[in-house]
């Protein structure tokens, strides 16, 4: 049996393709990866090949592809029902889906605000009436599922799943513009960015040769 490639973009820059990344070394779930530098010459040619909606990330196991970061989660919670890819309690689980789903859809205003990059601390930048509000409610939404199901551990759930691999970018975005949080989701923030797999992505990205003008602030 082959092993699964998950096709990632820049480490310093791809937010996407942390969300699957991320569980998947976190759960110890094997896997080979393979970096396409964003909008260099060759993007156009080498992402068609691999990804039917020609962005990153996306998952080949054999003779399947999964592209979009919600299926590719969802995928591997099928594939490896005891990882722990989602909580074992279904309340826990249904909000734990919730929250993943907010982060896929929502944090515009912040996301557009605070790029993401690994190799700069960027003190007081990205602040707006937008972000603010972005950040006012994802600490609510941190308080509220640490407080409803998170004693077992120091994640949104406790023990580490698919929602917090959603929010690891912003995790990053918040250390890196060095925002003003709450106790509790300081804590959070520092768990996370404790991980071995945090601190593996964000080494990796910050010796990254490429630049991405757009998402560069300076």
Request: with cysteine; hydrophobic share 45%.
């Amino acid at each position: 049996m082959s092993t699964p490639l998950l096709i990632i973009g820049n480490k310093n820059y791809s937010s996407w393709s942390l969300r699957p990344w991320i569980p998947m070394k976190v759960l110890e779930i094997d896997f080979d990866e393979r970096l396409i530098p964003l909008f260099d010459e060759n993007w156009d040619a080498a992402i068609a090949e691999v990804s039917p909606s020609r962005k990153v990330p996306c998952l080949i196991d054999g003779g399947l592809t999964v592209w979009e970061t919600m299926a590719i989660l969802e995928y591997l919670n099928d594939k490896h029902p005891y990882a722990g890819v989602w909580p074992d309690d279904i309340a826990a689980r249904a909000t734990a889906r919730s929250a993943a789903n907010e982060m896929h859809g929502g944090f515009g205003a912040l996301r557009e605000a605070m790029p993401m990059n690994t190799r700069k601390q960027l003190p007081g930048r990205g602040i707006n009436d937008g972000s603010v509000a972005d950040i006012t409610r994802m600490q609510q939404l941190w308080n509220a599922c640490r407080t409803a199901h998170g004693s077992g551990g120091d994640f949104l759930f406790g023990a580490f799943c698919a929602a917090d691999a959603m929010f690891a970018p912003v995790v990053s975005r918040l250390v890196a513009y060095e925002v003003e949080l709450d106790e509790v989701s300081q804590a959070y923030v520092d768990a996370m960015m404790a991980l071995p797999a945090m601190q593996e992505w964000h080494t990796a990205g910050a010796a990254e040769p490429w630049i991405v003008s757009h998402d560069e602030l300076d």
